[in-house]
């Protein structure tokens, strides 16, 4: 409540996150979080910047590569594999790696990324689309889903100066 | 008896947690809500989703790797 702070107090019942991937395993943590956060009843900003800014598309189709991704341990045969990256670049590994992981999704009752999506809209969660990467990478608004906004960077600023809790994922 | 029982075996984190949220709206200040849930992670997290949000975690148990959950909306 200070002077230098303009006087106001920040509520601490605010999260903003920045999404900058797009993955099918990197679009968890922020959706997770942030209907987690909506539903304890915080008000919840997400601003979807580069890789993340697909995780937008009314049409969204993640995968996940375990090229270079030395943790990425697959249960299998009773253990855990690592695919080493000279097999993981063999046109096609990508594809059925993610086939594996949407399958290892479904079998533990983990949501879709599709559905915490929504759940996250149902939540009233604010959904800022970076407009400097939709220029460039050549998206359109309506592409993207309905009720999303459309900002720059100061955009998410002022949300971060009035965010209590500011995340980067 | 709870006022609304809601069924959320075999689901995983975040689910049990946003799909109790949405119970509770049809759930009068005061009413009950009861959870079951098969998910180990929500035993903390209901918690402290009743920490933070003032609804009451009257009780909790387990039985048979089922998590049960009694949370009076306040």
Same mark, same amino acid.
């Given at each position: 409540?200070?002077?230098?702070?303009?006087?106001?107090?920040?509520?601490?019942?605010?999260m903003?996150?920045?999404?900058?991937?797009?993955?099918?395993?990197?679009?968890?943590?922020?959706?997770?979080?942030?209907?987690?956060?909506?539903?304890?009843?915080?008000?919840?900003?997400?601003?979807?910047?580069?890789?993340?800014?697909?995780?937008?598309?009314?049409?969204?189709?993640?995968?996940?590569?375990?090229?270079?991704?030395?943790?990425?341990?697959?249960?299998?045969?009773?253990?855990?594999?690592?695919?080493?990256?000279?097999?993981?670049?063999?046109?096609?590994?990508d594809?059925?790696a993610?086939?594996?992981?949407?399958?290892?999704?479904?079998?533990?009752?983990?949501?879709?990324?599709?559905?915490?999506?929504? =759940?996250?809209?149902?939540?009233?969660?604010?959904?800022?689309?970076?407009?400097?990467?939709?220029?460039?990478?050549?998206?359109?608004?309506?592409?993207?889903?309905?009720?999303?906004?459309?900002?720059?960077?100061?955009?998410?600023?002022e949300?971060?100066?009035?965010?209590?809790?500011?995340?980067?994922? | 008896?709870?006022?609304?029982?809601?069924?959320?075996?075999?689901?995983?984190?975040?689910?049990?947690? =946003?799909?109790?949220?949405?119970?509770?709206?049809?759930?009068?200040?005061?009413?009950?809500?009861?959870?079951?849930?098969?998910?180990?992670?929500?035993?903390?997290?209901?918690?402290?989703?009743?920490?933070?949000?003032?609804?009451?975690?009257?009780?909790?148990?387990?039985?048979?790797?089922?998590?049960?959950f009694?949370?009076?909306?306040?």
């Open positions: 409540m200070s002077e230098e702070t303009g006087g106001n107090a920040i509520d601490p019942n605010t903003s996150i920045i999404v900058t991937k797009g993955s099918l395993d990197w679009a968890y943590p922020p959706f997770i979080l942030g209907t987690t956060a909506a539903a304890m009843g915080l008000e919840v900003t997400m601003f979807f910047t580069f890789y993340g800014l697909p995780l937008l598309l009314k049409k969204m189709d993640l995968k996940v590569t375990p090229l270079g991704n030395a943790a990425m341990k697959m249960p299998m045969m009773g253990g855990h594999m690592v695919m080493p990256n000279i097999v993981a670049a063999i046109p096609g590994v594809a059925m993610s086939k594996m992981m949407k399958n290892l999704i479904k079998k533990n009752g983990v949501a879709s990324v599709e559905d915490l999506r929504e =759940l996250a809209v149902e939540a009233d969660v604010r959904m800022i689309g970076c407009q400097m990467t939709m220029d460039l990478f050549d998206y359109q608004a309506d592409q993207m889903i309905d009720g999303i906004e459309v900002g720059g960077a100061a955009t998410y600023i949300v971060a100066t009035q965010s209590h809790i500011n995340l980067f994922i | 008896m709870a006022d609304k029982v809601l069924d959320a075996k075999g689901l995983n984190c975040p689910l049990p947690i =946003l799909k109790a949220k949405k119970a509770l709206k049809d759930v009068d200040v005061g009413g009950t809500l009861e959870v079951l849930s098969t998910d180990p992670g929500s035993v903390a997290d209901f918690q402290a989703f009743s920490r933070t949000t003032g609804n009451e975690l009257l009780e909790h148990s387990e039985e048979g790797g089922v998590y049960t009694l949370i009076r909306k306040t």
